[in-house]
């Protein structure tokens, strides 16, 4: 069983900057090439959308259009963590994040909805 522990989130001003962590534990690393791992986020009122993942294995990220070029996903393979790095944020980049895995694999683009492992989530503010 996989736990995922995300946090980072909090109160930013637009244009401001936050780094999202995602500490993934529970189950071994040791085939990490195998993870899919994507970051989710939930506005109010709306249905969870994804906004970047990364396969673990080849290093291959997508993000959906509206982060393009803003936010970052990257991983620390020693310290079992993903990150979302989130560059000149919005008042519309308010939501809840959420980190999600696959030990699996499988398909691992942005357009994937499903995964078998969430994290609790975090929230960020952008005023």
């Known amino acids: 069983h996989v736990q995922l522990v995300e946090s980072g989130g909090g109160s930013v001003q637009a244009g401001g900057t936050l780094r999202l962590s995602c500490a993934a534990s529970g189950q071994s690393y040791s085939r990490y090439d195998d993870w899919c791992m994507a970051w989710f986020r939930q506005r109010p009122g709306q249905e969870r959308e994804g906004l970047a993942v990364?396969?673990?294995?080849?290093?291959?990220?997508t993000y959906i259009d509206s982060v393009k070029g803003r936010f970052t996903i990257s991983k620390d393979n020693i310290k079992n963590i993903l990150y979302l790095q989130m560059n000149s944020l919005k008042p519309e980049d308010t939501a809840m994040y959420y980190c999600a895995a696959d030990p699996g694999g499988g398909y691992c683009r942005v357009t994937r909805f499903y995964f078998p492992y969430w994290g609790q989530g975090t929230q960020v503010t952008v005023s």
């Open positions: 990364i396969d673990l294995g080849g290093g291959a990220e």
